[in-house]
């Protein structure tokens, strides 16, 4: 469990201070330590997997988090995040309240980025390739980064910014509060608790990162481990197709995986042409088959099978 002290501004005997922005530093730090700002206050889901995923770069892996507002201590870190006006890689400040900040993902992608957003873009290929111990030049690596960006952190990027998933003219049948920025709003202190020290508005952040953390890392290692090989078997299945039958629109997966994630993304991306009319998939290590007959419009095969 990482401490967390604050620090204390010396003040003249017998006169009364000007108001200081809080600041909390965290413990063992020393001026020659790597520090990584972000504010003190309300935290966010950006913010907090802002901050740990700084952490899984190899600069910022024993970075010292300080919450602060202070202008004069926030210009002496070496990373900010949601915080400080700026944008500006070159310096590390990854802040997106700028009135003139229109920055996205890029890569087809158009929701303005968060602080997330900001670190995954320009430390993304880096993290992935340290999470999943390979090169940063791997295949997989570059392959993963958009994949990871559309799954996982475009939504963090959008909510925060206010971006709603759908248009409003229609209400909502039902209320979802169970969404990772949800939570992460719940793990600030509550207005009714008694303590409101710095101390425990730290350690409500630090398990904010913690629970936006763990969710990253599980959805690096879905997409690297089940989504990615799934998609390779597919594809190959779809290059052989021939071989299965002249026509080329049936399809023979030899080992089961789950083939509907991409199996109509590959299609155009292969440009196949005309569409598969029938998958069929070997059951375990058994000689039994399932035979799935796509028989629906792309459009609508797409919006289907994307959700099951």
Request: glycine share 4%; with cysteine; aromatic share 10%.
């Amino acid at each position: 469990m990482i401490r967390l002290v604050r620090l204390w501004h010396c003040h003249k005997p017998f006169t009364f201070p000007k108001p200081q922005p809080r600041m909390v530093v965290e413990a063992s730090s020393s001026c020659f330590s790597t520090r990584v700002g972000t504010h003190n206050g309300t935290f966010h889901c950006d913010e907090a997997l802002a901050c740990f995923m700084l952490r899984l770069s190899k600069r910022f892996s024993a970075a010292h988090i300080v919450r602060t507002r202070d202008p004069n201590l926030l210009q002496s870190l070496h990373a900010l995040v949601d915080v400080g006006g700026a944008y500006d890689p070159t310096r590390h400040r990854f802040d997106h309240h700028q009135k003139d900040f229109h920055q996205v993902f890029g890569h087809g992608f158009h929701t303005k980025l968060s602080s997330a957003g900001l670190v995954y873009k320009h430390f993304g290929l880096e993290i992935i390739a340290n999470v999943l111990k390979l090169h940063e030049d791997h295949p997989h690596v570059h392959q993963l980064y958009p994949v990871i960006y559309r799954n996982f952190v475009e939504a963090i990027d959008a909510v925060d910014n206010g971006v709603n998933l759908y248009d409003l003219d229609v209400p909502p049948k039902y209320e979802i509060n169970t969404t990772l920025a949800s939570r992460i709003k719940r793990l600030n202190l509550n207005w009714m608790d008694s303590d409101q020290s710095s101390d425990r508005e730290n350690e409500a952040f630090h398990r904010a990162m913690a629970l936006a953390g763990a969710e990253f890392l599980e959805n690096v290692n879905y997409y690297a481990k089940s989504w990615l090989p799934a998609r390779s078997i597919v594809m190959d299945s779809l290059a052989a197709r021939e071989s299965v039958d002249s026509s080329g629109e049936i399809v023979k997966l030899n080992r089961s995986c789950p083939w509907k994630l991409h199996i109509h993304e590959l299609e155009e991306e292969m440009k196949i042409s005309p569409s598969i009319k029938m998958i069929g998939v070997r059951i375990g290590d058994c000689r039994q088959w399932q035979f799935h007959l796509l028989n629906l419009r792309a459009e609508n095969r797409y919006h289907i099978f994307g959700g099951v």
